[in-house]
């Protein structure tokens, strides 16, 4: 049985928002970033903390990779969480099962979500999630 919790994914008032320009090397195209918002990781346990160790990209594809790190406490060995449903800063939610999070054995939690914008999706404030 799937634990239950929640994952927040914030944007909070003092995230720094940017729009990007074109790459002329063809690497993939960044049209809007932000950093230090509000964003939930997993302990070992399957509880939540906050951390504002957040940056996000939204690429000109539509497509949005967001990576939060903070830190709890570990229990001796790594501890993973994947394709839980993450709230995702510019392209609302995800449930992309390629969504994971690494706690390592002393604690650090590593998330990554994978977001696709569609017509309606931009979340523009705090996002809930069930994993």
Same mark, same amino acid.
């Given at each position: 049985m799937k634990k239950l919790a929640l994952l927040v994914a914030m944007v909070a008032s003092v995230a720094a928002v940017s729009v990007g320009v074109a790459s002329a090397t063809g690497d993939p195209t960044v049209v809007a970033s932000a950093d230090g918002f509000a964003c939930g990781v997993f302990t070992a346990d399957g509880g939540i903390i906050v951390t504002t160790n957040s940056h996000s990209d939204l690429y000109l594809n539509g497509k949005e990779v967001l990576h939060c790190i903070g830190e709890g406490a570990g229990k001796g060995s790594p501890t993973y969480f994947n394709g839980f449903l993450c709230g995702m800063v510019f392209t609302g939610l995800s449930d992309s099962a390629l969504n994971k999070d690494k706690v390592s054995r002393l604690g650090q939690s590593q998330l990554w979500c994978?977001?696709? =914008? *569609?017509g309606?999706? =931009? *979340?523009g404030g705090p996002a809930g999630a069930i994993g």
């Amino acid at each position: 049985m799937k634990k239950l919790a929640l994952l927040v994914a914030m944007v909070a008032s003092v995230a720094a928002v940017s729009v990007g320009v074109a790459s002329a090397t063809g690497d993939p195209t960044v049209v809007a970033s932000a950093d230090g918002f509000a964003c939930g990781v997993f302990t070992a346990d399957g509880g939540i903390i906050v951390t504002t160790n957040s940056h996000s990209d939204l690429y000109l594809n539509g497509k949005e990779v967001l990576h939060c790190i903070g830190e709890g406490a570990g229990k001796g060995s790594p501890t993973y969480f994947n394709g839980f449903l993450c709230g995702m800063v510019f392209t609302g939610l995800s449930d992309s099962a390629l969504n994971k999070d690494k706690v390592s054995r002393l604690g650090q939690s590593q998330l990554w979500c994978y977001g696709q =914008a *569609s017509g309606d999706a =931009a *979340s523009g404030g705090p996002a809930g999630a069930i994993g």
